[in-house]
C-alpha cells in the first residue's frame, strides 16, 4: 500500500508541473505573438520562442514519465 501511495504522489506532482509548464507555454505564446505582430524581431523574441521549445520537450518528458508511473499502478 505504501508503493502505490507513492506512485500517486509522484503522479499529482507530475501532473501539477504539466499545469505550470502548459501556464507557462500560454504566456510565452502570448509575448512571442506580441512581438511577431509588432515586428520586434530581437533578443526578446528569439529567447521567449527557444524557451517555448524547451518547455515543450521538457512537456513530452513529463507525459513519458505519467505514462509509466501509470502502468507502474496497473502492474501492482
Known amino acids: 500500500m505504501r508503493k502505490l501511495d507513492e506512485i500517486k504522489e509522484t503522479l499529482n506532482t507530475l501532473r501539477a508541473a504539466l499545469a505550470v509548464l502548459a501556464a507557462f507555454l500560454i504566456a510565452l505564446g502570448s509575448a512571442v505573438g506580441s512581438l511577431f ?36 499502478i496497473g502492474a501492482l
Open 37 to 72: 505582430v509588432a515586428n520586434n524581431i530581437g533578443t526578446a523574441f528569439w529567447l521567449a520562442l527557444g524557451m517555448m521549445v524547451l518547455f515543450i520537450l521538457a512537456g513530452f518528458v513529463i507525459i513519458i514519465k505519467i505514462s509509466k508511473k501509470t502502468k507502474e
